[in-house]
């Protein structure tokens, strides 16, 4: 059975940053390239970044570009998401997710696996 479960949200200021880790169980976590989503309310799930199963290989939105960085540990099966200068539009329920193969992957129906959310809420 796998399991994904993330970790670090929270609330912070504009400008400020985070790092939400996302550790994932069940199957072999290095074959397998994750994503960050994110929901803000009453708006669909959209893409954040995705890394590649070796982690050599990344993709960001537009609107977070030059701001967020994803990486992982396949040591520890775990990866991450580090958010630095946060915006208020980034305020919203963040979601990883592991997918079905090993390239990047931007679109949620390229994932089998997600984790229940974590809120980041920035506050001016």
């Known amino acids: 059975q796998v399991h994904v479960v993330e970790s670090g949200g929270g609330l912070v200021q504009a400008g400020g940053s985070l790092r939400l880790s996302c550790a994932a169980s069940?199957?072999?976590?290095?074959?397998?390239?994750m994503g960050w989503f994110r929901q803000a309310p009453g708006k669909e799930r959209d893409f954040v970044a995705t890394?590649?199963?070796?982690?050599?290989?990344?993709d960001y939105a537009d609107s977070v570009k030059g701001r967020f960085t994803i990486s992982r540990d396949n040591a520890k099966n775990t990866m991450y998401l580090q958010m630095n200068s946060l915006k208020l539009e980034d305020t919203a329920v963040y979601y990883c997710?592991?997918?079905?193969?090993?390239?990047?992957?931007?679109?949620?129906?390229?994932?089998?696996?997600w984790g229940q959310g974590t809120q980041v809420t920035v506050s001016s």
């Open positions: 890394i590649s199963r070796s982690g050599g290989g990344t």
């Open positions: 069940g199957r072999t976590f290095s074959m397998y390239a």
């Open positions: 997710a592991q997918a079905y193969g090993g390239s990047l992957s931007t679109r949620p129906f390229e994932y089998g696996y």
